[in-house]
């Protein structure tokens, strides 16, 4: 089985997301597609983090709603922080042997790889499927680094657009998947830094 990982803090998930997944989901030949919510990315603030609990109940809200086949791999909570993808490979290589491991991401990180821990070993052993950012040339960086190019829409939505918003108390329904309640959002984090 060819499994896409598709990693993030998902801080909070957004319509972009489920877009990425979805597309992975049916125009690629990856049999399944796992979010991997990480607890703390190490290249990320962790002030800015909403709790583990309530990204994760987030997501799972989405995933119920949509209909995509997408699942949601929980294995980061369980290794120790920060989370680094190289060790959740690791894991999940053990737990799942006899599957092919994909990890999914945006021409960004892949822009930003070589700050990732064991970088070179990521991208050796696993397939990488990189969707484009507006920005990057991404058929540049996936011929740099030996990544797949997926052509996927652009999506410009992005976790901090949408806590920026809420911040402000903007109306921010539109950018969210079905299960994730905007009014909610507004009312449980308002005010953060």
């Known amino acids: 089985m ?105 021409a960004d990180n892949l822009a930003g790889i070589e700050r990732w821990k064991e970088w070179q070993t990521i991208l050796q052993n696993f397939e990488v499927y990189v969707y484009p950012r507006a920005g990057f040339n991404a058929e540049e960086l996936c011929a740099q680094y030996g990544a797949t190019l997926i052509p996927s829409p652009i999506v410009e939505i992005s976790s901090t657009f949408i806590r920026k918003a809420l911040r402000e108390g903007k109306n921010v329904e539109a950018f969210l998947p079905k299960g994730v309640n905007a009014r909610n959002l507004m009312c449980t984090f308002r005010p953060f830094r």
Not at 2 to 26: Q, T
Not at 47 to 67: N, P
Request: hydrophobic share 40%.
């Open 2 to 106: 060819k499994i896409g990982l598709f990693f993030g803090s998902f801080n909070p998930v957004h319509v972009g997301h489920m877009i990425i997944a979805s597309y992975c989901a049916e125009f690629t030949d990856l049999h399944e597609v796992w979010f991997v919510p990480s607890p703390h990315n190490p290249l990320k603030q962790a002030s800015d983090l909403w709790s583990d609990e309530k990204r994760l109940e987030l997501l799972r809200s989405a995933v119920e709603q949509e209909k995509i086949p997408v699942k949601i791999c929980e294995m980061e909570f369980t290794l120790p922080r920060p989370s680094y993808t190289i060790d959740t490979l690791r894991a999940l290589q053990i737990q799942h042997p006899d599957s092919q491991l994909v990890v999914i991401m945006g």
